[in-house]
């Protein structure tokens, strides 16, 4: 069993940077792969960023890519997600998930077999 908590959303106005974590416990924690999903209201959930055990291989969507950056010290047992220039559609509640390097980070479906945590919500305002 793995558990997820993550924290440092906020509001904040365009343009402006915000660093999440997802501090994670639990036997398996530092051997599985890590990701951040999103949800805006309206919206299904997607995919922003993972990174595999190590951290050293990461993947973002293209809509983050280049203002997003996903990074994990395993020794604290903490994923973070360092968010620059944000923008209004960058809105949504954040969540961290942890699990299979494929089926999480490379194909991007989660399945009740991964670990999720509780989100925190990230507003920015134009």
């Known amino acids: 069993q793995v558990q997820l908590r993550e924290s440092g959303g906020g509001l904040v106005q365009a343009g402006d940077s915000l660093r999440l974590s997802c501090t994670t416990s639990g036997r398996t924690s530092s051997g599985s792969a890590m990701a951040w999903f999103r949800q805006a209201p309206g919206k299904e959930r997607e995919f922003v960023a993972g990174?595999?055990?190590?951290?050293?291989?990461?993947y973002y969507s293209a809509s983050v890519k280049g203002r997003f950056t996903i990074s994990r010290d395993n020794a604290e047992n903490t994923v973070y997600l360092q968010m620059n220039n944000l923008k209004p559609e960058d809105t949504a509640i954040y969540y961290c998930?942890?699990?299979?390097?494929?089926?999480?980070?490379?194909?991007?479906?989660?399945?009740?077999?991964?670990?999720w945590g509780q989100g925190t919500q990230v507003t920015v305002s134009s």
């Open positions: 998930a942890a699990g299979n390097y494929m089926r999480l980070v490379v194909n991007r479906s989660p399945n009740e077999n991964d670990y």
């Open positions: 990174t595999n055990w190590s951290g050293g291989t990461t």
